[in-house]
């Protein structure tokens, strides 16, 4: 009562929702008016290899990319919904874009399942705890507009507009919570001409989080013998065994496609 729900037949249960087999969420399944939450955000790296393997077998918006737990219980929570029930989700905003959540997006727009967007961008929601939110509400029944809107906090709107479902096409496209024209724009943009993947090979960078260890120059003449170099790292010079030694492009510093990075 001290949040103004009242007339609320409360049913606390405790498990595992992502277990299929429980016969404690069972009845569940289909029955619920709405589902409101804050599911858990852990990449399931950080889970042993059956669980991991459960979850992708399981949950089909899991199966590709560096999932995360948030993203099953989309499915989750919609499976519980009555056919005219509605979700609403606080999650990170990755989703959006990241190549984990291609397939979640895809299945969202593929079940026409998209009612409204609320993203907060880079604004901090949660005290102490670095993430970029975004709230994501769904409609069992389906929904043929959307609205979008973008926030600097919980009630400040800096833009709000509705649009087609079809502005969130083609299934899995990147979500950019902007005008529907540049929406637009940007699924053309990605889904026209060639893709750099099949012209270059795209890898990850590194992320050592101690460049001055592992990041220095080789001194000019600084070649000891055939298994050793001397290396600037930052001030310290340094020999280490030279089949260990990389050439390193720092985009962070590279304005020209001719210059030498040393």
């Given amino acids: 009562a001290q949040f103004g729900i009242r007339r609320v037949s409360w049913d606390l249960r405790a498990g595992d929702s992502l277990e299929r087999d429980s016969s404690r969420l069972a009845d569940l399944y289909g029955a619920v008016d709405f589902v409101v939450g804050n599911p858990p955000y852990v990449r399931i790296q950080n889970f042993g290899e059956e669980r991991r393997e459960r979850i992708r077998r399981e949950w089909p918006t899991c199966a ?3 999932t995360d737990l948030y993203i099953a219980f989309f499915e989750f929570g919609v499976q519980l919904l009555r056919p ?3 979700l609403a989700y606080i999650t990170p905003r ?3 874009t990241a190549h984990a959540g291609k397939d979640l997006r895809a299945w969202i727009v593929g079940h026409r399942l998209l009612s409204g967007v609320i993203d907060f ?3 901090q929601i949660f005290e102490d705890v670095t993430t970029y939110c975004a709230i ?3 409609e069992r029944a389906g929904a043929d507009i959307v609205s ?5 906090s919980a009630s400040d709107v800096v833009f709000h507009e509705t649009c087609s479902r079809d502005a969130f096409a083609p299934a899995g496209s990147r979500w950019v919570t902007t005008s529907e024209s540049t929406r637009t724009m940007v699924v053309k943009a990605e889904t026209g001409g060639i893709p750099r993947g099949r012209v270059a090979e795209i890898r990850v960078g590194l992320a050592t989080l101690a460049d001055k260890v592992y990041s220095g ?3 000019e003449g600084s070649i000891l013998d055939d298994d050793e170099v001397v290396l600037d790292l930052r001030g310290d010079r340094v020999a280490v065994e030279s089949w260990i030694v990389r050439p390193l492009v720092k985009a962070s510093r590279l304005s020209r496609d001719d210059e030498n990075q040393g």
């Fill in 121 to 123: 961008g880079t604004t």
């Fill in 84 to 86: 005219d029930g509605r």
């Fill in 148 to 152: 979008v809107e973008r926030r600097t």
């Fill in 217 to 219: 120059r080789v001194l």
């Fill in 64 to 66: 590709n990319g560096s």
């Fill in 136 to 138: 994501t509400v769904l």
């Fill in 94 to 96: 990755a989703y959006f």
